[in-house]
């Protein structure tokens, strides 16, 4: 079972180095994104159950969700490191942010969002 895992996570792994090589992302990053991102409704809720916990709570020391500047210095890791952390966690991060259903799209898209500006609410 063990070596399952580790195939697991290689094939993650390979695909989010294959997606973020298809969305043009650079070894390093000078810039979050500029442009808010938005999620659908199944990221939204997805978002809500595995990363919102720890990404809205500065007590836990993981970037906060729309927090560019705490992003900053780990999008300049560039994206090996970013996956690598994504895969297998990180610190009090766990593998997979705990979304063992997530595709390597999810987590790129998710680390997006919460890398992004908060999006601006209508008056």
């Avoid at 079972?1 to 969305?23: F, N, T, Y």
Wanted: net charge negative; hydrophobic share 35%; proline share 7%.
């Amino acid at each position: 079972m063990r070596g399952r895992k580790r195939h697991g996570a290689a094939l993650a792994a390979a695909a989010l180095v294959a997606l973020l090589g298809l969305h043009g992302c650079d070894q390093k990053s000078d810039t979050a994104p500029l442009q808010p991102v938005k999620l659908d409704d199944r990221l939204s809720g997805i978002y809500d159950y595995s990363c919102k916990a720890c990404h809205v709570n500065d007590a836990t020391g993981a970037p906060q969700s729309h927090d560019v500047a705490a992003w900053k210095p780990r999008l300049d890791q560039g994206e090996t490191v970013l996956i690598d952390h994504m895969v297998n966690g990180f610190r009090g991060m766990p593998p997979l942010g705990q979304c063992i259903e997530c595709s390597a799209g999810d987590l790129v898209t998710l680390m997006q969002y919460m890398a992004s500006p908060a999006e601006e609410k209508p008056e």
